[in-house]
């Protein structure tokens, strides 16, 4: 009994380290031939270890290779690499540069991402008008962290008028999409006052 199921366990191990193991290959070589979607995908894959050892020096080289083709997800998660200084060096111009491109072509997280660089100067100019239309983008598509900060830009009058009722809209947006700080904050600056439900 013990025999038969050692023997059923390694054909399941066989068969699924084989098929895994196709599937990376194939990404590999869809990656070679130039795919940008399989040089993304790939890259992830070094970054987060799965399917191939963890390696941020190829998840860096993959993604780099599909930005330069023109993926705004890899702009994007290479942008994040620079920032970081994971797989290459720290480069705060490069990492600007990068989620600009991404930004430009509609990824909401580059768009929050180059909102921030933009409000605190990182890699370029200091420009808070900028940082508030950047982040205004990436909340219009829904994106959760950029409209929580988006509702304090338009409290406190960061790179555009102050708006309590645009705050109170952009707070509850927030809230409603699942960010747990928005109702402590909501609580805390008073938005109910000034929300046009109530």
């Known amino acids: 009994m013990k025999k038969s199921m050692l023997l059923i366990i390694s054909y399941f191990l066989f068969i699924s380290s084989t098929i895994y193991g196709q599937g ?3 990404l590999i070589k869809k990656a070679e031939s130039g795919d940008t979607a399989a040089q993304c995908n790939l890259a ?3 970054l987060q270890g799965q399917g191939v050892p963890s390696d941020t020096v190829k998840a860096f080289y ?3 290779k599909s930005a330069e083709q023109g993926n705004a997800n890899a702009q994007d998660s290479l942008a994040g690499l620079y920032l970081g200084g994971k797989g290459t060096l720290k480069d705060l111009k490069k990492a600007f540069y ?3 491109k991404s ?3 509609g990824n909401a997280h580059a768009q929050v991402s180059l909102a921030i660089l933009y409000s605190s100067g990182t890699g370029t100019l200091k420009d808070q008008i900028q940082g508030f239309y950047w982040l205004k983008k990436s909340a219009e598509q829904g994106n959760v962290n950029a409209q929580f900060l988006l509702a304090f830009g338009y409290y406190y009058g960061i790179g555009t008028s102050v708006d309590k009722k645009q705050a109170a809209y952009w707070m509850r947006k927030a809230y409603d999409n ?3 700080d928005a109702k402590e904050t ?3 600056l008073e938005l109910w006052k000034y929300d046009g439900k109530n």
């Open 186 to 188: 909501w609580d805390r």
């Open 44 to 46: 992830k894959k070094y």
């Open 103 to 105: 930004a430009e072509q």
């Open 24 to 26: 990376i290959d194939s």
């Open 98 to 100: 990068w989620y600009k």
């Open 62 to 64: 993959w993604y780099k």
């Open 178 to 180: 699942g960010d747990k």
